[in-house]
């Protein structure tokens, strides 16, 4: 699932740019001061290896993600995305079906959101990974200047044991600088 969430993320980097151009209970990590944002998740997010790439219109762009797995398999990330440009509002609906249309999903809800008062998009996507199992992820894109949040979150729905609270957490505590 992380290459899963991982491929979505970077799809949806390369997308703006070019549409530019029954639960078990976890201790929560500390809320965590991470490089431009901070979240409450039940696991401490690890900061993986930057990577640049070039979007389908040529333009240059750098992401780094932060992730962490449940012992149930349930999937945190949270990926920041630099573009050369400011994104906007009119860019998070191009964010949100950029990575619905990294995973193949389906957008099951969507609303308008904030965070850190910035406009944001909520919204939950179903998908299946490759075995065919169906997946549901929890989105909220946000934006600042010239940066792009992405916090997930992606459980199968055969995971019975999601402690639903500490996921409601993560989202609600999400801020930017």
Same mark, same amino acid.
């Given at each position: 699932?992380?290459?899963?969430?991982?491929?979505?993320?970077?799809?949806?980097?390369?997308?703006?740019?070019?549409?530019? $151009?029954?639960?078990?209970?976890?201790?929560? =990590?500390?809320?965590?001061?991470?490089?431009?944002?901070?979240?409450?998740?039940?696991?401490?997010?690890?900061?993986?290896?930057?990577?640049?790439?070039?979007?389908?219109? #040529?333009?240059?762009?750098?992401?780094?993600?932060?992730? #962490?797995?449940?012992?149930? $398999?349930?999937?945190?990330?949270?990926?920041?995305?630099?573009?050369?440009?400011?994104?906007?509002?009119?860019?998070?609906?191009?964010?949100?079906?950029?990575?619905?249309?990294?995973?193949?999903?389906?957008?099951?809800?969507?609303?308008?959101?904030?965070?850190?008062?910035?406009?944001?998009?909520?919204?939950?996507?179903?998908?299946?990974?490759?075995?065919?199992?169906?997946?549901?992820? =929890?989105?909220?894109?946000?934006?600042? #200047?010239?940066?792009?949040?992405?916090?997930?979150?992606?459980?199968?729905?055969?995971?019975?044991?999601?402690?639903?609270?500490?996921?409601?957490?993560?989202?609600?505590?999400?801020?930017?600088?």
């Amino acid at each position: 699932m992380r290459k899963f969430l991982i491929a979505a993320l970077l799809f949806l980097a390369s997308t703006l740019a070019f549409a530019q $151009g029954g639960r078990t209970k976890v201790t929560l =990590a500390s809320y965590t001061q991470y490089a431009g944002f901070s979240v409450d998740a039940p696991i401490a997010l690890t900061q993986n290896e930057a990577t640049n790439g070039k979007t389908t219109s #040529g333009v240059g762009y750098s992401n780094v993600t932060y992730t #962490g797995a449940m012992p149930n $398999g349930d999937f945190y990330e949270v990926g920041v995305a630099e573009y050369p440009f400011a994104v906007s509002n009119e860019d998070l609906n191009r964010a949100v079906e950029g990575f619905r249309s990294a995973i193949d999903g389906k957008v099951l809800t969507q609303e308008d959101a904030t965070v850190s008062g910035q406009s944001a998009k909520a919204t939950i996507i179903s998908a299946k990974d490759p075995d065919g199992k169906e997946i549901r992820f =929890a989105v909220l894109i946000t934006y600042k #200047g010239s940066l792009i949040y992405v916090f997930a979150f992606a459980t199968y729905l055969e995971v019975t044991d999601t402690d639903m609270d500490a996921m409601k957490r993560f989202f609600t505590s999400a801020r930017i600088q």
